[in-house]
């Protein structure tokens, strides 16, 4: 038996033995500590799911947003229609460095809104399961993003809607104290009927600078309550009079925007009237996958809103007295477990995309190990999180035994926006291999495509840093240091910049600048394929005196290409910048089936492990055995016992497709 | 009682403000260094009619005291940010006319005040034209979002948008702008690009504005880099195909070449374009009127294929380092409509240089270009400066003056040829700033100054690069908003005439 029914009952037994108690105080106070429970179970799971089950997707939130303490960033914040709302967005984002706190603000502005959506629109606490939806609505508006925060052109995206509903429910509710105020009570009573009317049209025009759609939605609300009160209290005269105002309203919805758009340059006409929602594109395109995940994503905002209309419209009309029968019951359940369901279905739950980003983080930390091992989570593996998982066993010195030990492939990436990796690890991967241009080229081409974020400015500072361009490395070091949360990184990376000769000295920097100085300028594009250009670049690019750790970038990048022709000058190179003991497992398998595919090539002088020879010569007879068999079914018999060998790569895992 | 208190009240705000406001120090030790300011500012030539030069005092310590005088004028600042009012600027200025402003800078540490050696800003009686233009872009590669055309106030800060892409632009379709014009420094006759989406050129002819497409199946491109004869009514473009292609390792990091360039002369009267130079092995680019109408100069590349590639586009991208240009110029006959023979104003290519952006000083005696290793996009170029051409003496220098070991480029002259306005990397490297630098008769350049802003550190935030500087005598009078009704509309398509000889 739940929880409130136990209080129920409770409460009716006391009632009986209670001769002074009325009744229906005490159901309400059941209710009130029903509603305060499910507000608590909601804001402790969804802080809990966010601070502890996605504390590397808040991180990485924070790190593709930017807050900067200067009147510039203030006056390119203001230069839209609801620019308040990004400046606070961003401010607040700043907040999910620490998960655990970002997250608390966020819940708690969640939990605001539940409150307030009880009070102005009177939801009895009986049902107020009712009230929790807006709170759900904006969670999901969220937690469906997903790839799209690469994406998303929308300053302080997290906050905007959040802040935007904070705004349309003060406002509403300030309204309703102008429309509802008892006659002769103090401030308001006198100005009833007069003031509400006129407050709507002011709050739309001078807060549609401020909020955007938020204070046109803001306005609607005013105009629905305004007509539905009319039709319940008043007579003719009164609903006539209300219905001009909702006139006066939505003609005021669709001028205002186009008369303040005169004093804005950076928004088009087209898009004035939604200023404040994200730039998800409006217009449907002749790719039905795009299309279906455009309707997915607008869904929540499009509910978000009709709901606001419809408390408007019925807020105050909840009956708050009865008996909890059946239908009531029924319908909190129902409305309680569509929430539930809803806010499961938009929260996006791709596990490669969860590591990725930790890998992000712990590729930032110098982490490698983990960077690695996080790897190993992933079933069909993004080519991200393989490359991210090379260039961490590349840096740890275990390519050669462990880089076909991981699950490898090329899972499709489930989004409904085009994903390069340009966007979402290309950088880091451009880093790692020393190539520094490259990797400041995407900072600033997506800079100028979604504005600059900590990510952007903490590569730039490391490459430019690395590259010897000082003068711009102090740029975003300056800019970095006016922020809240990366002043401390900008500072240890200036004390660089005032001593240079330490930069050669950093164990940070070894291996990003043994790979760097191993290249010779050229003149080439990429294409926006960041594994196909590296790959391509680290197989056939032969420096005359490449550092051992560009050797065995070759090697793997030979490895990966499947390149049986450029597979021999990479391992004589491997052999001349290495001093061996023993030729790494995977070299050993790799000359192993190359020398096998290419008898003329003499390998007699090269030891290899009796173990890997047997091995081989066992994968030879499985090879025989399962002869006639399709690909797929062969892969399936041969993943138990070689699924860890570069033989099985090379046969099995096949149609990569990077993107 | 109540007007009693009311005084007592101001009275005692006002000596409390009073006595608030920054004093020189009446003790101090003196230095034999400059103070440490940004933007550096020091011993900077003015020009009389310039807003307020604000500066960070960039030297450490714990308080600061700026004094600038100028004859019986002075004005005390205190604080890190020298930020003085226009008002009281323009009260310096006018005594310092024809002399020079001086600046001392005051810093305490620990309790001792010094100062530092005094520097000065000299002012010219030369006035400098009221307005400049600008296309504010970020220091992109191929990406491009919010592209803006704005015009400034030199007098003061007042900063206006031109034009904004983003007015017309969708999510989904981008709109570049680009090569905005203007004819004898007045904006009755002024143009700017706009490409891709809605793409077209905005032209304002005589005061009436237009959208016209300049390309043609006769002509490599719609017209590119425009120059208007100051003179005739006619406008000079080039017409290109143009390329970025990326450095991996070079701190130049892009080059922006022109793979086939030619110059067509655009008639807006009868609304026709001609070829006016298209050999199939030079790469002709930026055309430039000199002031009596009569000559068009412009850069000039003689590429021979080697056959060292496929084709001749991946030959030009192999060999980007053996395009050099050179200026020339050929007369023109306004009558006949008809150009004479080329003739060679600077060869830089023998020098082994490339030379580009002619421009000419509007009393017709000095050629200013940017001179650079190779190529024709210098602002991407380290090594590119400015160099300036005595068309009387035919004496050529490199204008060190002004120059930096950075990028400069993209130069303007003044409509009275004693400033000139450029583009220089040399702030950060990568994001192109604007310098302003006197030349006198001689042809002697100043020391150059960034263009001053309200805030000091403005630069250190603002993420765009400033493009394509322009002087002009007064202000755009269309609106962003005039424009891009009419960038939605079509345009107005030309007629090619046959080629002029």
Redesign the interface.
């Known amino acids: 038996m739940e929880t409130y029914e136990l209080l129920f009952m409770t409460m009716k037994n006391k009632k009986k033995n209670d001769t002074d108690t009325v009744s229906q105080p005490l159901v309400a106070i059941d209710y009130a500590k029903r509603s305060k429970l499910m507000v608590a179970v909601f804001a402790i799971v969804v802080w809990g799911l966010l601070a502890f089950y996605e504390p590397a997707l808040l991180k990485r939130i924070e790190e593709l947003s930017l807050f900067?303490f200067?009147?510039?960033?203030w006056n390119s914040s203001m230069n839209v229609p609801a620019g308040l709302l990004g400046y606070i967005g961003c401010f607040l984002m700043q907040f999910f460095y620490y998960p655990v706190l970002g997250a608390a603000i966020y819940v708690a502005l969640l939990v605001l809104v539940y409150f307030l959506v009880k009070k102005i629109f009177t939801i009895p606490d009986r049902w107020s399961s009712l009230a929790m939806i807006p709170s759900v609505l904006l969670l999901a508006t969220n937690t469906q993003l997903g790839y799209w925060i690469f994406y998303i052109?929308h300053p302080g995206y997290y906050y905007v809607t959040l802040l935007g509903v904070i705004v349309i429910l003060l406002s509403v509710w300030l309204y309703r104290l102008f429309e509802f105020s008892k006659e002769g009570s103090w401030l308001f009573g006198v100005a009833r009927r007069r003031l509400h009317y006129l407050f709507a049209p002011l709050f739309l025009f001078f807060g549609f600078p401020l909020f955007g759609v938020y204070a046109s939605a803001a306005s609607l609300c005013m105009a629905v309550i305004s007509v539905a009160a009319s039709f319940k209290r008043e007579g003719k005269v009164g609903i006539v009079i209300s219905s001009l105002f909702a006139t006066v309203v939505l003609f005021m919805v669709v001028a205002v925007p186009l008369v303040w758009?005169?004093s804005y340059?950076?928004?088009?006409?087209?898009?004035v009237h939604a200023a404040g929602l994200p730039?998800y594109?409006?217009?449907l395109?002749d790719d039905d996958h795009f299309n279906r995940g455009l309707m997915r994503e607008w869904l929540p905002f499009i509910l978000l809103f009709a709901t606001l209309f419809l408390f408007s419209l019925f807020g105050g009309s909840v009956p708050s007295e009865g008996e909890a029968d059946l239908r009531y019951k029924t319908t909190n359940y129902v409305i309680l477990m569509l929430m539930i369901l809803f806010a499961c279905l938009y929260w996006y739950n791709d596990n490669n995309f969860r590591i990725e980003n930790k890998q992000n983080f712990a590729m930032w930390e110098g982490d490698w190990r983990n960077a690695a091992d996080y790897a190993r989570d992933a079933d069909v593996p993004t080519r991200q999180i393989v490359m991210n998982k090379n260039i961490a066993l590349l840096y740890l010195g275990r390519a050669g035994e462990e880089m076909f030990t991981y699950p490898d492939g090329s899972s499709d990436i489930d989004s409904p926006v085009k994903v390069h990796l340009t966007q979402t690890g290309g950088k880091m991967s451009y880093y790692n291999y020393g190539?520094?241009?490259?990797c400041?080229?995407w900072c600033?081409?997506?800079?100028?495509?979604y504005g600059?974020k900590v990510e952007y400015l903490k590569h730039s500072v490391r490459c430019m840093l690395l590259?010897?361009?000082y003068?711009?490395a102090?740029?975003y070091i300056?800019?970095l240091k006016?922020t809240l949360f990366h002043s401390a990184w900008a500072e240890r990376y200036e004390e660089f910049l005032d001593n240079p000769a330490r930069i050669s000295k950093e164990p940070e920097f070894k291996i990003p600048l043994q790979m760097?100085s191993s290249?010779?300028?050229?003149?080439?594009?990429d294409d926006s394929f960041v594994e196909v250009y590296l790959m391509k670049k680290l197989s056939k690019f032969t420096p005359e005196l490449p550092a051992p750790i560009y050797a065995e970038a070759q090697l793997m990048a030979v490895l990966t290409r499947k390149d049986a022709k450029m597979f021999w000058p990479a391992l004589s190179r491997y052999f001349s910048t290495h001093k061996l003991k023993r030729l790494p497992l995977h070299y050993q398998e790799a000359l192993l089936l190359f020398s096998n595919l290419n008898s003329s090539v003499d390998v007699s002088n090269i030891p290899i492990d009796k173990a890997v020879r047997m091995r081989f010569n066992a994968f030879m007879q499985r090879s025989k055995q399962y002869a006639g068999m399709s690909e797929e079914e062969m892969a399936q018999y041969f993943t138990e016992d070689f699924g860890n060998t570069y033989w099985y790569f090379y046969f099995f895992v096949r149609k990569i497709k990077s993107n | 009682m109540k007007t009693r208190i009311l005084k007592l009240f101001s009275l005692t705000l006002s000596a409390v403000l009073l006595s608030c406001g920054p004093a020189v120090p009446e003790k101090f030790g003196e230095l034999r260094t400059l103070p440490s300011i940004y933007p550096d500012y020091k011993d900077v030539t003015i020009p009389c009619n310039i807003a307020p030069l604000t500066f960070d005092i960039t030297t450490e310590a714990d308080d600061y005291v700026t004094r600038l005088s100028a004859g019986d004028a002075a004005l005390v600042v205190g604080g890190r940010s020298v930020k003085p009012s226009i008002d009281e600027w323009r009260g310096l200025l006018e005594k310092a006319t024809g002399a020079s402003v001086s600046v001392e800078v005051f810093t305490a540490k620990d309790g001792k005040w010094l100062l530092h050696k005094p520097f000065v800003f000299n002012v010219s009686p030369d006035t400098i034209d009221s307005y400049i233009s600008y296309r504010l872009i970020p220091p992109s590669y191929v990406c491009y979002e919010s592209l803006t055309i704005s015009q400034r106030n030199l007098t003061n800060y007042d900063e206006d948008v031109i034009y904004n892409n983003m007015l017309v632009q969708t999510e989904n379709q981008g709109q570049c702008i680009n090569c905005h014009a203007y004819k004898n420094y007045r904006t009755d006759n002024m143009q700017f690009h706009m490409r891709q989406f809605k793409g077209g050129t905005m032209f304002v002819h005589n005061g009436e504005a237009r959208k016209v497409d300049l390309s043609t199946d006769s002509t490599l491109s719609a017209g590119v880099y425009p120059s208007f004869n100051p003179v005739y009514d006619v406008v000079a473009y080039s017409v290109n195909t143009t390329g970025q292609i990326f450095h991996t390792k070079n701190a130049n990091k892009v080059e922006v070449q022109d793979l086939e360039s030619d110059v067509i002369i655009y008639d807006p009267v009868a609304n026709t374009v001609t070829n006016v130079a298209n050999s199939k092995n030079d790469l002709e680019v930026f055309p430039w009127w000199s002031p009596d109408g009569l000559w068009l100069y412009y850069g000039t590349a003689h590429f021979e294929v080697k056959d060292t590639a496929n084709d001749l586009m991946t030959e030009e991208i192999m060999r980007y380092r053996d395009i050099k240009y050179d200026i020339v110029r050929r007369k023109w006959d306004p009558v006949a409509k008809t150009f004479g023979a080329t003739d060679t104003v600077f060869a830089a290519s023998e020098l082994g240089k490339s030379a580009t952006f002619p421009r000419i000083s509007p009393d017709g005696r000095y050629l200013l270009f940017a001179l650079g290793e190779y190529g024709c996009f210098h602002v991407w170029h380290k090594d590119a400066d400015l160099y300036i051409y005595d068309l009387n003496t035919k004496d050529c220098r490199p204008l060190s003056e002004a120059n930096s070991s950075y990028a400069e480029s993209y130069h303007s002259w003044s409509s009275n040829s004693r400033w000139i306005l450029f583009a220089s990397r040399r702030d950060d490297t990568n994001y192109t700033r604007l310098y302003i630098a006197h030349v006198d008769a001689a042809g002697k350049a100043s020391k150059a100054f960034l263009l001053p802003q309200q805030s000091p550190h403005f630069y250190n935030f603002f993420d765009r690069s400033y493009n394509v500087p322009e002087f002009m005598v007064e202000p755009v009078r269309f609106t962003p908003h005039e424009f891009a009704e009419l960038a939605r509309g079509d345009a107005q398509k030309v007629k090619y005439e046959s080629d002029s000889k």
Do not use: C, P
């Open positions: 900067v200067d009147e510039t960033f052109k758009h005169e340059q950076m928004i088009s006409q087209d898009y730039a594109h409006w217009v395109t190539n520094f241009n490259y400041y080229r600033v081409e997506d800079a100028v495509e600059w590259s010897g361009e003068k711009l102090r740029r300056n800019i006016h760097y290249y010779t300028d050229i003149l080439d594009v």
